[in-house]
């Protein structure tokens, strides 16, 4: 399906019943990637999977901006007039969500992201090195959004008020202690640095990702998940 919000056209596909769920993927993938998740998340939810702008089916453009990604999540919500959803962002997905969550802080019921980054030195040097060769090399927009984008402040963070699971893997491409100021930075805030995992390891692809999601939206209302060392 597709809908036209925020001068683009997002193409999305919707499975299941139940609570409304925002799957958003990562920078240079599609909506496809969560397949094995969704088969079993759309037994507890509707799920919405979103082609972000520039990617997969949705409208292709010449540069892209997280604040814009975000604002098409938040006009693709009102639009569907979908209540108080569930998200969950992966890496880049997860940027749009926190942005989403306190430039809209009544917008969702609860957010999980996993492997994302509040600034491009949030991404361990090495990595962040390669990037900058590649983005040289290719002039991509999608790699020049990471090198450019995010710069999300402590204070914005702090601005969230919805239950907000933090993850990444131990092996993950963002430095841990990134992760952790993130997670620090939100009020409530819970963290999961899940062993042996690399930065899509257990989204892409995965059935684990589903195993996450629907353990922390069982226990957000009364038992959040405490942080794990």
């Known amino acids: 399906m597709q809908i036209d919000v925020n001068g683009c056209t997002l193409y999305y596909e919707k499975v299941g019943t139940g609570q409304p769920l925002i799957l958003l993927h990562g920078n240079g993938e599609t909506h496809l990637i969560f397949d094995k998740a969704t088969a079993l998340l759309r037994e507890y939810f509707t ?33 569907l007039h979908l209540p108080s959803p569930f998200l969950y962002g992966f890496s880049d ?21 996993s492997g994302a980054n509040a600034e491009p030195e949030g991404l361990k040097l090495g990595w962040l090195r390669l990037f900058r060769l590649v983005g040289h090399l290719t002039k991509d927009p999608k790699i020049t959004l990471m090198l450019q984008e995010p710069h999300m402040t402590k204070e914005q963070l702090a601005a969230i008020t919805v239950p907000t699971l933090v993850l990444a893997g131990s092996r993950d491409l963002i430095a841990e202690a990134h992760t952790r100021s993130i997670a620090a930075a939100i009020p409530g805030s819970c963290l999961r640095i899940l062993q042996g995992e690399s930065h899509g390891s257990y989204v892409v692809h995965s059935e684990k990702i589903a195993s996450l999601i629907l353990e922390y939206t069982k226990t957000i209302a009364t038992h959040p998940l405490q942080p794990e060392e």
């Open 47 to 79: 799920v919405y999977l979103l082609d972000s702008r520039g990617h997969g089916q949705s409208s292709k453009v010449s540069s892209l901006h997280y604040t814009d990604m975000a604002e098409d999540v938040r006009c693709f919500i009102e639009a």
């Open 93 to 113: 997905g997860g940027i749009i969500g926190l942005m989403l969550a306190y430039s809209c802080p009544t917008l969702l019921s609860g957010l999980i992201v």
